[in-house]
Every structure is written in structure tokens, then in C-alpha cells.
């Protein structure tokens, strides 16, 4: 290591990744913090992942986000695992720790509960079922952090319902099985409705599941954010619950490790929301 003083540098790792929008919202937290830093794009194949998290402590950066395809193998390469990260079985923030260790962690989970915690103050997870349509990374991450947050039950309902019937063997009893074709039935009492699929985002099909069962007590969030009002959110609030959109969770799950790279706790106010779509 050099003795002089270092700019830290911080990314995204996957491929593709010229979507994210990682880069404007760390660059937009550098400049309005006054901060030295810079966070770029890293497009990385599979084959040179290991290669890439050996090199890339060494020419200054301070950690990564990880995003597709890189979520699940950073576990193998990482030293140090959080629980969450291990029980979700992907992790999207990597710290370069001094002592040369690589410490994985996933932050969408917190990042969900906060974006729900901001936009829908009343909110009472323990108050009623949680249902979850998709199966996928982001509904195991979901469904860590609504089990941690006191949900007494939560409904899955998948396309292939293998893959849910996986997150109740992980998960335990809490979680309850429905069919994909019936996804609307099983929304009846639920405090809590998340739409994990990628369905309704663009250049995706359509999201079509009727919501029968929505109850307008419910608080029903989109983890898509493009776009950012989605055909989920507008059949939820048609049936009048209150709707969360899924760009303050793109927000929040980036705080932690901004706050870890580059030494202050962003903000995640209206400013950061604009600055993000304006990009
Ligand atoms: P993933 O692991 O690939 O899972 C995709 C999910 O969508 C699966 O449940 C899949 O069902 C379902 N699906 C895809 N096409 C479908 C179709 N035609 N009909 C029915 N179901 C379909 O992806 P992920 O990482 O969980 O991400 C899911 C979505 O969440 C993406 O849109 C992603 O951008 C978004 N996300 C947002 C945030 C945020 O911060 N807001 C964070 C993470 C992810 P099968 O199992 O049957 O294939």
C-alpha cells in the first residue's frame, strides 16, 4: 500500500450495468456532501469476477455494489458474510475492509422496509398477513425483512411455484404457498402487498393478476421503479390502498454502503429522488 493519501473509489459491478442508476446517485451524494470520491459502472463477466475483487482493492477502491448476474457468486469469494446477506444467499454491498478481508452484506431488505417506513408512516407489518408476488432474489430479501419486522404470515404466490415452495423450506412456516394462476385471492387481510416479480417494468410483459382481494387498509409497494408508476400500483390504489413506489428502495439499500465507502449517511429526501430521475 502507498503512504499518501488515496481518493476512495467505489462502483457497480454486473453485466450488464449501464442501466444503473447507482452511478448519478452516488455521484449526486459525493457532490452535494463535498466529498472526495468517485463510484463508476463496471461491466464484469462472470470468468473475471474472482480476478476483478483480488485487483480492484489494490488500485484504491474502498467496496462495490454488486448487482446481475455477480449476486450470489460474491458469497463464494467474500471472507466475511452477514447473516442476512447468507440467509437471503446474495449480497449486493461489498466493504474492502483494511486488514485485506471482503465483507458482503445485502442491503435491499432494510432498504424496502425503509422506503415503506418513509412513505407510509402507518404502517403496521405486525398488524396483518404480508403477501408476495415473484419469487426471486429480491422477494427472499423482502421476505427476510418482513419476517424481522413481525409479519405473522406471508403469502408467495410464483410462476413457478417451485421456486416458493424453496423459500418456505428456507424461510420456515410463516411462509404459505399460493397458486400463481389465484395470486389475487390470497391478498384478503394482508397489511402488507409487494409486487417482486420484473412484470410491468419496461420492455417486460404487462402485470395482469387481478387484485381481488386488496383491502384499501393495505399497504402495497412495487419494487419495479421503471416505471416509477407502474399498472400494480395504479389497480392498488384504484382499490384504495395506499401506494409506495420502488425507487426509495433503489435509495436507501445504496445508504449504507455510501455512508461505509465514503464516511457520511446520505440523505434520502426529495432532492435524491429528483436528482435520480433527472439523470
Ligand atoms: P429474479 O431473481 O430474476 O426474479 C424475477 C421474478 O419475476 C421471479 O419471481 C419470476 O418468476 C418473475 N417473473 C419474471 N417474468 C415473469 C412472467 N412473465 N410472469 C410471471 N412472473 C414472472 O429478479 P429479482 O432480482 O428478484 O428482481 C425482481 C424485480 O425487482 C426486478 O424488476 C428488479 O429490477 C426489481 N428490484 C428492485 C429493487 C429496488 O431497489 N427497487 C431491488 C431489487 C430488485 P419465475 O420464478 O417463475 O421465473
Known amino acids: 500500500m502507498t503512504e499518501h493519501e488515496r481518493i476512495p473509489l467505489a462502483g457497480v459491478i454486473g453485466?450488464?450495468?449501464a442501466h444503473s442508476r447507482s452511478p448519478f446517485l452516488?455521484?449526486?451524494w459525493l457532490r452535494r456532501y463535498g466529498l472526495k470520491g468517485a463510484y463508476i459502472p463496471m461491466d464484469i463477466a462472470q470468468a473475471d469476477l474472482a480476478e476483478a475483487l483480488q485487483t480492484l482493492p489494490k488500485l484504491g477502491f474502498v467496496g462495490l455494489n454488486v448487482t446481475i448476474p455477480h449476486k450470489e457468486?460474491?458469497?463464494?469469494l467474500a471472507d466475511i458474510v452477514t447473516d442476512r446477506a447468507a440467509l437471503i444467499g446474495a449480497a449486493n454491498t461489498l466493504i474492502f475492509r483494511q486488514d485485506g478481508k471482503i465483507h458482503a452484506d445485502n442491503t435491499d431488505g432494510s432498504g424496502f422496509i425503509a422506503n415503506l417506513r418513509q412513505n407510509a408512516p402507518m404502517w403496521a407489518p405486525a398488524a396483518g398477513p404480508a403477501a408476495v408476488l415473484g419469487a426471486g432474489g429480491a422477494a427472499r430479501a423482502v421476505i427476510a425483512a418482513l419476517i424481522e419486522m413481525g409479519a405473522p404470515e406471508i403469502r408467495v404466490a410464483n410462476?413457478?411455484?417451485a421456486r416458493a415452495e424453496a423459500l418456505r423450506s428456507d424461510f420456515g412456516a410463516k411462509v404459505v404457498v399460493h397458486e400463481w394462476v389465484?395470486?389475487?385471492q390470497m391478498l384478503e387481510d394482508c397489511a402488507t402487498v409487494v409486487n417482486t416479480t420484473s412484470l410491468g417494468m419496461t420492455g417486460k410483459p404487462a402485470f395482469k393478476v387481478p387484485l381481488t382481494g386488496l383491502s384499501a387498509k393495505a399497504v402495497v409497494s412495487d419494487l419495479v421503479y421503471t416505471p416509477l408508476h407502474t399498472d400494480f400500483l395504479e389497480q392498488a390504489a384504484r382499490a384504495g390502498a395506499?401506494?409506495?413506489?420502488g425507487l426509495g428502495m433503489l435509495l436507501h439499500q445504496a445508504a449504507?454502503?455510501?455512508?461505509?465507502w465514503f464516511g457520511a449517511r446520505p440523505e434520502v429526501d426529495e432532492a435524491t429522488r429528483q436528482a435520480v430521475l433527472g439523470a
Do not use: I, M, N, W
Open 15 to 17: 453485466s450488464p450495468v
Open 26 to 28: 452516488h455521484g449526486y
Open 73 to 76: 457468486s460474491v458469497l463464494k
Open 159 to 161: 410462476r413457478t411455484r
Open 182 to 184: 389465484q395470486a389475487g
Open 242 to 245: 395506499t401506494t409506495v413506489d
Open 256 to 260: 449504507p454502503g455510501f455512508e461505509r
